[in-house]
């Protein structure tokens, strides 16, 4: 891959950051446990990075604002609407990853 200047790759992450909540959006069916499980991250990794990102570049943003960026709707909504209790079997499978 040849190099990129810093704008296209800025553009090209930010695009690829947006796919990826629309993705996660598209999904919802898709726990946050089971993300934890499978890849180590969930939505709330990503609504923390968001606002460490903004830290970084001097943007006042809340947590739960970040938080409302990534899952679409207030974190609280969100849960209501689509995140279901962790089964035993998740919970067994995302202690036994994080011993």
């Known amino acids: ?3 990129l200047d810093q704008a296209t790759q800025d ?4 695009a690829t ?3 990826l909540l629309s ?4 999904n919802k069916d898709v726990q946050n446990i089971d993300l934890m499980i499978l890849a180590d991250f969930c939505r709330n990794c990503l609504g923390k990075w968001y606002k460490n990102a903004a830290d970084d570049q001097g943007v006042e943003i809340s947590d739960l604002e970040a938080r409302e960026r ?7 909504e969100w ?3 689509y995140q279901l209790p962790a089964s035993q079997e998740q919970l067994d499978a ?3 990853k994080h011993k």
């Open 23 to 26: 993705h996660l959006d598209n």
């Open 79 to 81: 849960k209501e609407k």
């Open 94 to 96: 995302f202690n036994a």
């Open 11 to 14: 553009a090209l992450d930010a």
């Open 1 to 3: 891959m040849k190099p």
């Open 17 to 19: 950051f947006r796919r």
């Open 70 to 76: 990534v899952y679409g709707m207030p974190f609280s």
